[in-house]
């Protein structure tokens, strides 16, 4: 996958929030709105034929995570199960650790004047408690081929939407995450130390690697 293609999960991630709760009725329009204004804003700022300093990038994408999603519905998306039996302390350390997690993996895919980026969305589909909303993701350049990118769009209690999941081209991003994560909890006996330490480590070598592209471009 070439790395504008990969644009779509790096100034997407910001757009995950609630896991799926019941629903009477799923709104698709709701959910084709939530869609379109993470499109929108992911476009305005990372595909608009600009390049920012390594600095520059991280802040500017950290804002629009934050921005867009609650550090603590975004990690029990992540966690699923394993993030109720959490206490309080230790579910807040992980949300601000995986939301530095989630900058440092991407912010280095956004190093290029990407432009001419375009999407279509298609019709919703009802899942019942959630929407699936299908989309391609393409470029304004001869020969590069579009990129299928499904969304799934839930509703927190108070019926607010957000985006639980994306997949690009077949890989979904929160359902890696999740196998991996609970599988480090899992081997750990359920607890979270040894996950945050690997998340710790993770994190170096990616402003590591991020630094080092950066200097080489200079």
């Not at 991996?180 to 996950?195: A, K």
Request: net charge negative; charged share 20%.
């Amino acid at each position: 996958m070439t790395r504008w293609r990969y644009w779509a999960a790096a100034g997407l991630m910001m757009a995950i929030a609630a896991p799926a709760v019941p629903a009477a009725a799923a709104d698709i329009a709701a959910a084709r709105a939530t869609v379109q204004s993470a499109m929108d804003e992911g476009i305005s700022t990372f595909a608009s034929g600009k390049t920012y300093p390594l600095e520059e990038r991280t802040r500017r994408l950290e804002a629009i995570v934050r921005h867009h999603t609650d550090p603590g519905l975004l990690s029990a998306a992540v966690l699923g199960r394993s993030w109720a039996k959490l206490p309080p302390d230790q579910q807040a350390a992980f949300s601000e650790r995986l939301i530095t997690f989630v900058v440092s993996s991407y912010v280095g895919l956004l190093d290029e004047p990407a432009e001419g980026v375009t999407f279509t969305l298609g019709e919703g589909q009802d899942l019942g408690a959630k929407v699936r909303i299908p989309s391609e993701v393409g470029r304004s350049v001869p020969g590069v081929p579009r990129s299928q990118v499904d969304w799934v769009v839930a509703f927190t209690p108070e019926g607010q939407p957000g985006i639980v999941d994306l997949t690009v081209d077949g890989i979904s991003l929160i359902r890696a995450m999740h196998e991996d994560f609970t599988s480090v909890m899992r081997n750990s006996g359920g607890r979270i130390e040894p996950l945050m330490e690997a998340l710790a480590r993770k994190i170096a070598a990616n402003d590591a690697a991020n630094q080092a592209a950066e200097n080489a471009a200079r």
